[in-house]
C-alpha cells in the first residue's frame, strides 16, 4: 500500500469565538492510501489546543509505515493493536490513518463504513449547530436562520468575562428559537462558584445540557458538579481517553467523544461499550474539519444521544460532499467506504 499527504487551508465561513480563543482558519492534512488501484481517504486538523500544528501532522503521518502490510484489513489490525502507530503517536494522527483504511476497505468490498462496524443501515441524526459568543442580536439572527433551515438543535458557546452577556445570549436565542432544543458549552471557563451561581438561570431559560463547565483537570469535580445541577453535564474536555471515560461513568450525564480525541472509531466504540448501562450517554463532537474529517463519526451517529457535527458547515468552502448537514441532518450514506467525494476545485 501506497500512502501520501496533501495540506490543505479550512478557512471558516466567519471568526467562531470560544472561551479559550477565536479561530478563523486551520489547516488540515489529508492522508491517501492506495491499494489495487482504489484510494481511502482521512483528514487531521490542526490544533493549538492539542498542540497540533501542520509539521507535526505531517511529521506523524509519515512516520506511520504501511509498506509491510500487503491488505488494509491487516493494516487495520497492526493499527489497533499499536504495532502501526506508536504510543507516541496523537489520536487525531490514529483517526485520519484509521479513516483512511476504512474508507479503502470499504472500496475494496463495496461495504459503506457503518456496515464494518457493524450497523445495518446508514445512520441519519440531527446535528446541534453552533452559535459562538457573539453579540446578542447576531445570535438571535443565527438562530432564526439556523431553526428556519430545519436544525432542530443549536449549541450556544458560553465563557465570556461578563456572564450576563452568556445568559443575554441564551436568552435572545430562546425567544428568537423557541422550540429549538439547546446546548451550552463554555468549554471549561467556569470555576466551581461560578458554574452553581449560573447553571440554574439557564435551566430556567430550557437549556437541555451543559457541556465541561469546568476547568477541564479535575474529574472530581466535574461529578461533583453533575451530582447537584439542575442541568444534565457533560464531559468534554475531561473526557479524552477510554480510562477518562471509565472514570466517569455514572457521575456525568453525558460524554463528549471526537475521534480526533480519542483515536478513531474503534476507541470511540470502546468509550461507547464502557458507558453502557451507566446512566453516562453518549455524545458525538468534532472539531471545525472537512467532511472528510466527520464522515467516520457519521457512520456512527446511531450511538449517540447527542449529535454535534457540524464543524464542515462552519467552513467557507468545504472541499469534501457526501454527509449533508445543511438542513440540520447528517447522513451516512450506502455507497462504499466513507461516501465523500472531493469537491473540483
Not at 501520501?4 to 480563543?21: C, D, G, K, M
Not at 481517504?41 to 509491510?68: C, F, I, N, Q
Not at 476497505?105 to 440531527?126: D, K, M, Q
Not at 465570556?160 to 463554555?186: I, K, N, S
Request: hydrophobic share 45%.
Amino acid at each position: 500500500m501506497k500512502a501520501t499527504t496533501r495540506t490543505v487551508r479550512l478557512t471558516l465561513a466567519e471568526p467562531l469565538r470560544i472561551s479559550r480563543s477565536t479561530m478563523t482558519a486551520r489547516d488540515a492534512v489529508w492522508l491517501t492510501v492506495t491499494h489495487d488501484g482504489l484510494e481511502g481517504h482521512g483528514e487531521a486538523v490542526t490544533s493549538v489546543y492539542h498542540g497540533l500544528d501542520t509539521a507535526a501532522l505531517l511529521r506523524h503521518l509519515t512516520a506511520v509505515d504501511l509498506d509491510p502490510f500487503t491488505t488494509p484489513d491487516d493494516a487495520l489490525e497492526a493499527l489497533r493493536d499499536g504495532r502501526l502507530a506508536g504510543a507516541d503517536t496523537p489520536p487525531a494522527v490514529t483517526a485520519a490513518v484509521e479513516s483512511a483504511l476504512l474508507d479503502l476497505t470499504g472500496r475494496l468490498t463495496g461495504a459503506p463504513v457503518h456496515r464494518l462496524l457493524g450497523a445495518p443501515s446508514a445512520p441519519v441524526a440531527a446535528t446541534a449547530r453552533t452559535i459562538g459568543i457573539t453579540a446578542p442580536r447576531h445570535a438571535a439572527a443565527e438562530a432564526r436562520r439556523l431553526t428556519a433551515a430545519g436544525f432542530q438543535m443549536l449549541k450556544i458557546k458560553a465563557g465570556a468575562d461578563d456572564p450576563e452577556e452568556d445568559v443575554e445570549r441564551v436568552r435572545v436565542v430562546r425567544d428568537a428559537a423557541p422550540h429549538a432544543r439547546l446546548l451550552l458549552d463554555p468549554n471549561g471557563a467556569w470555576t466551581t462558584a461560578r458554574a452553581e451561581a449560573l447553571l440554574p438561570r439557564f435551566a430556567e431559560l430550557g437549556v437541555e445540557a451543559v457541556e465541561q463547565p469546568l476547568v477541564p483537570g479535575d474529574i472530581e469535580a466535574l461529578a461533583r458538579l453533575a451530582a447537584r445541577s439542575p442541568l444534565p453535564v457533560i464531559a468534554d474536555e475531561d473526557a479524552v481517553t477510554l480510562e477518562d471515560a471509565r472514570r466517569l461513568a455514572g457521575r456525568v450525564h453525558g460524554v463528549n467523544v471526537k475521534l480526533a480525541k480519542c483515536g478513531g472509531v474503534h476507541a470511540a466504540l470502546r468509550i461507547a461499550e464502557a458507558l453502557e448501562d451507566s446512566g453516562t450517554a453518549l455524545m458525538l463532537g468534532c472539531l471545525t474539519a472537512s467532511s472528510l474529517g466527520l464522515a467516520p463519526a457519521v457512520h456512527l451517529a446511531d450511538r449517540a444521544r447527542w449529535t454535534d457535527l457540524d464543524g464542515h458547515l462552519l467552513l467557507a468552502h468545504d472541499p469534501w460532499t457526501g454527509i449533508g448537514g445543511a438542513d440540520g441532518f447528517v447522513r451516512a450514506s450506502e455507497r462504499p467506504g466513507l461516501g465523500v467525494d472531493e469537491v473540483a476545485p
